[in-house]
């Protein structure tokens, strides 16, 4: 089974639905991550949370919102969906370590999303 | 504010060429700079982690080198094959910040 989890892989909605995209992870992580990705603009951050009471805004983070079920889940919300989030959305784990070494990020498969 | 690029932003090459991929950053400041692949619909997936004391890490075919006077980083592959068709991304974490991402650079690799 994969390390890191993602629901739905696609998504089609209309403008103005609320939608939830929902991530899971084994790694056993304290880091979480929601990134979006357009075409040529790389990987924008969303929102990410450092533990479960620890959620912090991104770069992009207007429009989206998000839940920290548990140390293994952490869900993005769309609470009005309009054309322009219409991306490739990704959600990411990392092992941060406080005494040291490196920090690695680990990555779902993505969800499409085509919002009409 | 952290920014990273890439050139170039797409690449074709014949089958057993050596090529390089580089990668730019504005904060020479960097706690570790990632290099990643992405296949078509699929996610990420890490290559090689280079952290501020390194200068280089190697992983089979691939080697990834780092400047942080300089602000830049490059990807070797070497003897590409059609497998290394993809997408590579590089990534920069600045401590206590958060990882910033380039634009990546596509690759194709003819047969």
């Known amino acids: 089974d994969a390390d890191v989890t993602q629901t739905p892989r696609n998504r089609i909605t209309k403008t103005g639905k609320r939608i939830m995209l929902e991530c899971s992870q084994t790694?056993?992580?304290?880091?979480m991550y929601w990134y979006r990705q357009d075409p040529g603009l790389g990987l924008r951050l969303i929102y990410y949370?450092?533990?479960?009471?620890?959620?912090n805004k991104g770069e992009i983070s207007d429009g989206y919102s998000v839940s920290r079920q548990a140390q293994a889940k952490f869900s993005l919300s769309l609470e009005s969906a309009i054309p322009n989030q219409t991306a490739l959305y990704f959600c990411?784990?990392?092992?941060?370590?406080?005494?040291?070494?490196?920090?690695?990020?680990?990555f779902g498969p993505g969800t499409r999303l085509l919002v009409l | 504010k952290q920014e990273v690029t890439q050139i170039p932003a797409a690449l074709s090459v014949p089958e057993g060429e050596n090529l390089v991929l580089n990668c730019s950053f504005t904060?020479?400041?960097?706690?570790?700079l990632q290099w990643f692949r992405q296949d078509p619909g699929k996610g990420l997936t890490s290559l090689l982690l280079?952290?501020?004391?390194?200068r280089e890490q190697t992983s089979g075919r691939l080697n990834a080198s780092l400047d942080k006077s300089s602000g830049r980083s490059t990807l070797y592959i070497a003897a590409s094959q059609p497998g290394d068709s993809a997408t590579y991304l590089c990534?920069?974490?600045?401590?206590?910040?958060?990882?910033?991402f380039g634009p990546g650079t596509r690759l194709s690799v003819l047969p």
């Open positions: 990411a784990t990392s092992d941060f370590r406080p005494a040291g070494g490196p920090e690695t990020q680990y």
């Open positions: 790694k056993g992580h304290d880091r």
């Open positions: 949370s450092f533990d479960v009471k620890d959620i």
């Open positions: 904060d020479s400041a960097i706690y570790n």
């Open positions: 280079i952290q501020s004391s390194q």
């Open positions: 990534a920069v974490n600045n401590y206590g910040q958060n990882f910033v």
